[in-house]
């Protein structure tokens, strides 16, 4: 049921068009002469706004490495990368850092929670430390779509692996960014808790109008997403949207084979 709160949230989300990420040429080289590295290789790529996109790739692929230039978490070696309209290539340190904290969420393998503070304290820790009010409502919202409040009081020891990764995926909506990005975050999960956190990032798609991009080895995690990336030796090799757990499995293993062949 939509509340007239919630309504009033709803219609302020961005549209559903255009590009909450995109990457230009992007280049990402380690070392230099005989022993340098190319671990992204001229990469063009638009991330849709309120849309799920997962990215998938066998080791070395330049999965991670992707999403880490896109999140401002490494800088490039050429190309250029925008978040929304703010183009984040030769942003300075401070620059990037502001930019991280009010566009960008971040949820990983590992919870990341500070063991002393409860799950609410964890969840709006981030814009404590900005010194930005968390909307009520928001909140509220985010809290009932992830399923949480009842756990609130209840620090992260007090809480299963499942439960800590919600409040994680709650950390990281509350403050409303333009884009989240997940690495592996249901890596450290039974299948269980990992198809429950799974479906709460689709909700937050769905519902909440948010955007993600996951990074996964898992074609089952993948199959929730709208659209699937795939990389090899650096490059995008293919796409597929719609996916389904076993149509992902299908592309991987035709990967594989030309990689053996």
């Known amino acids: 049921m939509t509340t007239a709160a919630s ?3 709803l219609s302020s989300l961005p549209e559903r ?3 909450a990420a995109r990457a230009r040429q992007v280049t990402k080289a380690y070392g230099a ?4 590295v190319t671990a992204l290789d001229a990469v063009d790529v638009d991330i849709e706004r309120g ?4 990215i998938m790739g066998p080791s070395g692929s330049g999965k991670s490495t992707l999403m880490h230039c896109l999140a401002g978490l490494d800088a490039v070696s050429e190309g250029r990368i925008w978040i929304g309209d703010t183009e984040i290539t030769g942003l300075k340190d401070k620059q990037l850092t ?9 949820i990983f393998q590992a919870f990341n929670l500070l063991p002393t503070l409860n799950a609410v ?6 814009m404590d430390i900005a010194g930005r009010k968390p909307d009520q409502a ?8 992830v399923g949480l409040s009842g756990r609130l009081k209840h620090r992260p020891g007090q809480l299963s692996g499942g439960q800590q990764q919600r409040v994680a995926v709650a950390r990281a909506l ?7 990005f997940g690495d592996e975050p249901t890596g450290n999960l039974d299948s269980r808790s990992g198809a429950e956190v799974l479906g709460f990032l689709r909700r937050s798609v769905d519902e909440l109008g948010q955007t993600i991009v996951m990074v996964t080895h898992d074609p089952v995690a993948a199959g929730h997403a709208d659209r699937v990336l795939f990389l090899a030796d650096g490059a995008i090799v293919d796409e597929m949207h719609n996916p389904t757990a076993d149509s992902v499995l299908t592309r991987m293993r035709r990967f594989d084979g030309k990689r053996t062949s």
């Open 98 to 106: 502001r930019l991280r904290r009010d566009k960008i969420g971040f």
């Open 174 to 180: 509350a403050a409303r960014p333009e884009i989240i």
């Open 33 to 36: 002469g005989e022993t340098r």
């Open 51 to 54: 849309r799920f996109t997962a």
């Open 7 to 9: 309504a009033a949230h």
């Open 121 to 126: 304290e964890n969840i709006t820790l981030p």
């Open 138 to 145: 928001w909140l509220q919202q985010v809290i009932d779509t």
């Open 17 to 19: 068009d255009g590009s």
